[in-house]
């Protein structure tokens, strides 16, 4: 998935921004699919990025984080205990951009465990939020995403998209990294509705580029 982001995000690099992509090492879980593996992958991953965190010549200078895992994912609250630059993760910013949008919004998601965990996420970290629709699942993994055939993944997505909008979403969030670039999916699961697509990884890279440069660090 990590691989798979980087055509997907090209378009937005410009002089002013690189990206660097940093993936779980061996011992993480391979998908994030509920608490047990979100906890596990952040304590693996952040043992891997504590080199990338130092200030120092002997290592690349980064002017932010983003966490690519759609959830409350503990690796956010564990990267800003240990860098003052900005962090973010893509669930906080997708949703943000959702509500910037002022319409009704909900989730596409991957696995059922998800529909319950997102929704307790939006309200412990933006309160109750009258727009907020919820959420539907594929039931699938974030890696089955990637390595089941693409006409049945288009599918299930379209199914779910499909489901959101009847519960009155007019912002459908793709509620997985391993989702972007899949908005057509989504689109065909829409039925005909005018419907705005939220990619949460390309949200979070260009609301945390607004955040450092508000802060003029760049």
Known sequence: MTRGL????ADLIHPGLTLHYHTGPKLAPPSVND??????????TFASL??????????????????????????VGMLTEHTSKPVLGIFEASVMHSLALGQPFGIVTTGKYWEGALAEGVRRVFGSVPAFVGVESTGMTALELHVLPA???????????GRIVARGARTIVMG????SGMEDAVRRGCGGNSVQIVDAVRSGVVTLEGLVRAQGLV
Not at 151 to 161: L, S, T, Y
Not at 176 to 179: H, L, Q
């Open 6 to 9: 980087e055509p997907i995000l």
């Open 35 to 44: 608490y047990t593996t979100s906890v596990l992958s952040a304590a693996h």
């Open 50 to 75: 504590l080199p990338l965190l130092q200030d120092d010549a002997e290592h690349v200078q980064h002017d932010a984080y983003l966490v690519a895992c759609f959830s409350d994912h503990p690796l």
């Open 151 to 161: 006409e049945g993944v288009a599918e299930r997505i379209a199914a779910a998209a």
């Open 176 to 179: 997985c990294a391993g989702m």
